[in-house]
């Protein structure tokens, strides 16, 4: 749902009632939460704030932040309440029934997948209630089996009998949010923590254990019918056999207990065990992912700091003194005992020469970590603005040959190559000279016994039967504006007892967040705040005190990278003295 960018239709910071009344809702919806819990979801000394959007698909919707970072949202569905985003979850993972899927499965979510039965990890056999007792349309989440850290949210696409009747095929998980879509790109979200693996035998079990408390009392209350039938003889055969299954089951739940309990034994693992562990699997990993044959021969002191540090896992840190080997090269030299590299010592400094990149360590390495998310590069400062126009019902008949629907949002150069190739294909081209077709007439709306026009007029009164848009892509979010883009809007107003202050509107527009914008501008020593409610304006104003056209204006044009014709009210900027001597 939030896979493509979205439109925000409004931003407001919540009142004081208005976050109570939020804080009840949750607690209607999720009554496993405690006060306290919710109140520290949604804390009274951070800005909570609303935010109304327009999905790609076109889905009504509002997202709830808390200092930026989005923390539930509701869809304009019929079935749908209040949903954790999975920030809310990584505090709270039982807030939603969670279906647990493969690391693998989730690139394809954050491509746009549901998730399918197939790639759902269930406990062998598969039963009745293998899935839960779940209706179609329920919110659960979506975590994986090396992580109880979810990375998914979304509804059921059928109940859980129709996934057990359905033989393992077909939709399971209706995905709405996902981990690396564009609501997650809102503030600085936190990375993903380590909650442990999943236990796939317990959850198992405990549905099944939940949704059979009424069939296993039927079936005793039937047992106990029969047994009253049956001869006395019967009935102390029967218990005898009973009171030996009894025993039997007592021995096998010892024996699973004496293994599970063995099994935590040898999961504690002694500290120096544990960092010799890790500094083999950085080591391992850094020379599998990042190492390149052209690198060598490199430096171990540029080998160490460059990638064998850059390996740890995010929530881990490479101590060597605290591993049995003390030293890098002491590591390094059983290393090379073990034929994964080469090294040579010239003046005292040790390199690396070769890496053996098939040696079996390396071909057998399993890599824990999720890849870093693309985020980070494409964020920037600079806002773009590109004209774009949406596809409407006029053009679908020629667009669609091409892939495109109505409501698609096309750039002008993609339109004439469409309208190009459409063209060339019906023949209607001699030179600049473009033959009209009974189709191209009717999109065009020529006159009747118009038979040709020249080949730029009818691109461009192609176009015309579109709607014109505005894309502004900042931070890695794109916002889409219909028709005329309103430029950022400065303007100096006198307050009562004659103080001056600088007001700008319109900075949602190009996707600059308010909050940021007016931290800057106290870097000057003017105080600067956020109005939501000035009469007349849909979008948060910042004002500062006193003249700051021109602070405003070059923040605007060198480090947002706007360009002058978007921007309006230079000339509410102080004169200068020498022109005033005139």
């Not at 939603?96 to 062998?124: H, I, N, Q, W, Y």
């Not at 192609?462 to 303007?491: C, Q």
Request: some cysteine; glycine content about 6%.
């Amino acid at each position: 749902m939030f896979i493509k960018p979205f439109k925000v239709k409004s931003y407001n910071q919540l009142k004081g009632t208005e976050r109570k009344k939020l804080c009840q809702e949750i607690l209607a919806t999720y009554p496993t939460l405690t006060e306290g819990e919710t109140q520290l979801l949604i804390p009274k000394k951070k800005t909570v704030s609303i935010m109304k959007v327009i999905t790609y698909a076109g889905q009504l919707g509002k997202v709830y932040c808390v200092a930026d970072i989005p923390m539930f949202f509701q869809l304009d569905f019929s079935h749908c309440t209040l949903l954790p985003t999975i920030y809310t979850l990584w505090h709270h993972p039982n807030l939603l029934r969670v279906f647990t899927t493969r690391l693998p499965v989730v690139p394809k979510l954050a491509s746009g997948a549901d998730l399918m039965l197939p790639g759902v990890v269930v406990k062998e056999p598969v039963t009745l209630y293998s899935f839960g007792k779940l209706e179609k349309g329920t919110p659960v989440s979506v975590d994986t089996a090396d992580n109880k850290a979810s990375v998914a949210v979304g509804i059921t696409a059928r109940s859980s009998e129709d996934m057990y009747m359905s033989g393992g095929h077909g939709r399971c998980v209706e995905i709405l949010h996902v981990m690396g879509d564009m609501l997650c790109q809102l503030g600085k979200p936190p990375l993903r923590p380590n909650l442990g693996p999943v236990d796939i035998d317990g959850v198992n079990d405990e549905l099944a254990s939940e949704n059979q408390i009424n069939e296993n009392s039927d079936e005793r209350l039937a047992n106990a019918t029969n047994n009253l039938e049956i001869s006395c003889n019967n009935t102390l055969e029967t218990e005898i056999s009973t009171e030996e299954n009894v025993e039997e089951t007592r021995m096998e739940e010892f024996e699973e207990t004496e293994n599970v309990i063995a099994g935590q034994l040898e999961a504690v693992i002694d500290p120096v065990q544990e960092m010799d562990n890790l500094l083999e699997y950085c080591f391992l990993k850094a020379c599998k992912k990042s190492v390149k044959s052209s690198d060598l021969p490199m430096l171990v002191s540029n080998f160490s700091k460059n990638h064998l540090l850059v390996a740890c896992p995010p929530d881990r840190n490479i101590d060597i003194k605290k591993s049995r080997y003390k030293k890098l090269s002491v590591f390094l030299a059983e290393m090379r005992a073990k034929g994964v590299i080469s090294t040579s010592v010239i003046k005292g400094v040790e390199s690396i020469l070769t890496i053996k990149f098939d040696h079996p360590l390396l071909k057998e390495l399993v890599i824990l970590e999720e890849p870093a998310p693309p985020s980070d590069p494409v964020v920037s400062n600079t806002a773009v603005v590109s004209e774009c126009y949406r596809v409407t019902a006029d053009v679908v008949p020629v667009l669609s040959k091409f892939g495109y629907e109505k409501g698609d949002v096309m750039k002008r150069a993609e339109i004439r190559k469409c309208f190009t190739d459409y063209v060339k294909a019906e023949d209607l081209q001699n030179g600049k000279i473009l033959k009209l077709n009974p189709q191209l007439a009717g999109i065009m709306k020529t006159k009747a016994d118009q038979e040709t026009i020249t080949m730029e007029d009818g691109i461009n009164k192609f176009i015309g039967r579109m709607t014109h848009m505005h894309a502004v892509t900042l931070a890695g979010n794109t916002l889409l504006h219909t028709g005329k883009l309103e430029p950022i809007d400065m303007r100096v107003i006198v307050r009562f007892g004659g103080k001056k202050v600088t007001l700008i509107n319109n900075l949602d527009t190009f996707g600059i967040n308010s909050k940021e914008f007016s931290k800057e501008c106290q870097i000057i020593g003017a105080s600067a705040t956020i109005s939501v409610d000035r009469v007349g304006k849909k979008t948060p104003t910042v004002i500062v005190q006193g003249n700051q056209i021109l602070y405003v204006y070059k923040l605007l044009t060198e480090k947002y990278q706007i360009k002058k014709n978007y921007i309006r009210g230079l000339e509410f900027a102080p004169k200068k003295h020498g022109s005033q001597k005139k």
